[in-house]
Antibody, heavy 127, light 107 residues
Framework: QLQLQESGPGLVKPSETLSLTCTVSGGSISSSSYYWGWIRQPPGKGLEWIGS???????YYNPSLRSRVTISVDTSKNQFSLKLSSVTAADTAVYYC???????????????????WGQGILVTVSS | DIQMTQSPSSLSASVGDRVTITCRAS??????LNWYQQKPGKAPKLLIY???SLQSGVPSRFSGSGSGTDFTLTIRSLQPEDFATYYCQQSYSTPWTFGQGTKVEIK
């Protein structure tokens, strides 16, 4: 059974860089069938996709965060990581890592879903 | 960005009720629409993909419909474990975006 586990500091000071790691177990991050991503949820609010990465290292980010986000992958450790720079209180959220996979393909078109999620980690930005 | 708007934002229902949640996209997304269920303190769980396909292991009382800009999630006979928040999500184009959520509460 695939499992994802977020880790990192739960408290980050304003203007500093938030760093989180997602460790994947029960499956290989190097599979060509999946992307790996980060999604966050401010307390009491909805979900926001941050960005995703392929095992080869290719990335794509939410334009609203692109200038501050870096996602990287370490296939030797079966991990991928998130760095978010210059954080403010608005970045306080539960951060989830998730797998993005093809749920269905037909006629050359594929439909993608976030099918496995980590349990989430609350990161608070405060001095 | 494609904006996803859910209605209602919350609803109260009783066990056994039929519940319908609506999701509207700001532009046509064909059938690139997924539904997730989230319980307090837990990660979202995939329920439905391609607007109407049931994820493996999800009870058949859940169903989805729609295409283009208007979509519906229906729970045929609400069970105690269905009280949660439901989110739609478009997978048509980046950035992937979610609706604001619909909280289903016990009446």
């Amino acid at each position: 059974q695939l499992q994802l586990q977020e880790s990192g500091p739960g408290l980050v000071k304003p203007s500093e860089t938030l760093s989180l790691t997602c460790t994947v177990s029960g499956g290989s991050i190097s599979s060509s069938s999946y992307y790996w991503g980060w999604i966050r949820q401010p307390p009491g609010k909805g979900l926001e996709w941050i960005g995703s990465i392929y095992y080869s290292g290719s990335t794509y980010y939410n334009p609203s965060l692109r200038s501050r986000v870096t996602i990287s992958v370490d296939t030797s450790k079966n991990q991928f990581s998130l760095k978010l720079s210059s954080v403010t209180a608005a970045d306080t959220a539960v951060y989830y890592c998730a797998r993005r996979s093809k749920a269905y393909c037909s006629g050359g078109r594929c439909y993608w879903v976030f099918d496995y999620w980590g349990q989430g980690i609350l990161v608070t930005v405060s001095s | 960005d494609i904006q996803m708007t859910q209605s209602p934002s919350s609803l109260s229902a009783s066990v056994g009720d039929r519940v319908t949640i609506t999701c509207r996209a700001s532009q046509s997304i064909s059938s690139y629409l997924n539904w997730y269920q989230q319980k307090p303190g837990k990660a979202p769980k995939l329920l439905i993909y391609t607007a109407s396909s049931l994820q493996s292991g999800v009870p058949s009382r859940f169903s989805g419909s729609g295409s283009g800009t208007d979509f519906t999630l229906t729970i045929r006979s609400l069970q105690p474990e269905d009280f949660a928040t439901y989110y739609c999500q478009q997978s048509y184009s980046t950035p992937w975006t979610f609706g604001q959520g619909t909280k289903v509460e016990i009446k």
